[in-house]
């Protein structure tokens, strides 16, 4: 039996491009187990791991974090894509995403509501916690009410200076607990506007 031979210039014709794709494709990271990125983030007063910067890890790496206030009188939040979590625990890396850890800050407009024994809605007002620290200050709210605010180590205390004897105690770290006034009590939460 008679082979064909084929010139070499015809073989590479054919055989080069192939090469050329399968290398290219190889590169592209298609096969395999991908690596994903954890953007860190640490703010200043808070310590703990995995440090600020950006780390690689393989899809479906189970990442552990635990973070502490440099002084233990402040409250760490984590913010992981977008959402707050607690100050250590673990999530599950599948795709790029962005982890900051800092101090929990309620300085701001907060709409808070009161709710009787009975879950019924009472009150909605929005207040505006001030202060020159994250720890504590004064409070005034959209009736014109005020007083003051202790967020001291993640327990929260609330207390109206000219609205009878209405207390709020809780906790910073998801701004809802319970409140008083004398004998009458709830529940409350709160959201940042």
Known sequence: MKMKTRSVFAVLRVALPACVLMVSLLSCSFFGIPNYELTVTVRDGVNGSPESGVHLYKDLTAVE??????????????????????????????????????LVDIRDVWTITLYDSS????????????????????????????????????????????????????????????????????TWSATRK
């Open 65 to 102: 974090y635990a973070y502490t206030p440099a002084d233990y009188r402040y409250t760490v939040e984590v913010i992981y894509e977008g959402a707050q979590m607690s100050a250590s625990g673990s999530f599950t890396v599948y795709t790029n995403v962005a982890l900051e850890a800092r």
């Open 119 to 186: 879950s019924n809605k009472l009150i909605d007002a929005d207040v505006t916690f001030s202060g020159t620290t994250m720890l504590g200050g004064t409070f005034s709210d959209s009736r014109g009410l005020d007083g003051t605010w202790d967020g001291t180590s993640n327990a929260f205390t609330m207390t109206y200076s000219n609205w009878e004897s209405y207390i709020l105690t809780g906790y910073l770290f998801n701004m809802s607990g319970l409140w008083s006034n004398g004998d009458a009590g709830g």
